[in-house]
């Protein structure tokens, strides 16, 4: 089984300040896919960023960049220059690469960014 | 299409009434996913389909809840003598296919009322 904590329930950040969400996971699998999903008030998950297990290289998309620390099982999201549309839920979720197919996701972090 | 398609968007009920959901994936999706978003809560799997078979039901909460996929396209969630307890947000999803390094796109979700 998998399991996903986001153990900030709510964030906020001044607009163009930089923000650190947090997540640790827990998984028996050697391979597997991390992502960060955001979710504005549109309802509509859209995904952020994605990370390969074996690829020790930290993920980055324009402002969003990961810090992930596979032994420590730690999977953490850093905005920069945060913008009033970064205000969302934010999810992590995990995927084995194998044979599960469930994305499991964390309880989600509230992010508001303040003008 | 161009995006993931569900409908309604919003559904408001009676407790005990029959209600159905429908996703459209994107063309090609071979993958299809529903999962539950109850309020202020991350994201609960429910079924997955690859093609028009449903190898994982496992999250299905109970035999209340089927889903049909057919012509390995559009797909349908029915909620049997729907409860209040049912009253979330149903988001579909959908994959070029199942393994892990497949990115989900999500719909916009449709919003489940029960009164």
Redesign the interface.
């Known amino acids: 089984a998998q399991t996903v904590t986001q153990s900030q329930p709510e964030m906020s950040v001044q607009e163009a300040e930089t923000v650190t969400l947090s997540c640790t996971y827990d998984t028996s699998e050697s ?3 991390l ?1 960060w ?1 955001k979710q504005p008030p ?6 952020v960023i ?1 990370q ?1 297990a074996y690829k020790q290289q930290n993920a980055t998309e324009n402002r969003f960049s990961v810090n992930f620390q596979k032994a420590a099982k730690s999977f953490s999201l850093k905005i920069s220059d945060s913008q009033l549309g970064d205000t969302a839920m934010y ?1 992590c979720a995990i ?4 044979s ?9 972090t509230q992010l508001t960014v303040l003008p | 299409g161009a995006g993931v398609s569900q409908s309604p968007s919003n559904k408001v009920t009676e407790k005990g009434k029959d209600v159905e959901l429908r996703c459209d994936p994107i063309s090609g999706h071979t993958a299809l996913y529903w999962y539950r978003q109850s309020l202020g809560q991350g994201l609960e799997f429910l079924i997955y389909f690859q093609g028009n078979s449903a190898p994982d039901k496992s999250g299905l909460p109970s035999d209340r809840f089927s889903a049909e996929r057919t012509g390995g396209s559009v797909s349908t969630l029915t909620i049997q003598r729907t409860q209040q307890e049912d009253s979330a947000v149903y988001l579909c999803a959908s994959s070029l296919g199942s393994s892990g390094a497949n990115v989900l796109t999500f719909g916009a979700g449709s919003r489940l009322t029960v009164l």
């Open positions: 391979n597997y896919y992502f999903y549109s309802r509509q998950m859209i995904l994605r390969e999810f995927i084995s690469s194998g599960a197919r469930q994305l499991t996701f964390g309880s989600g």
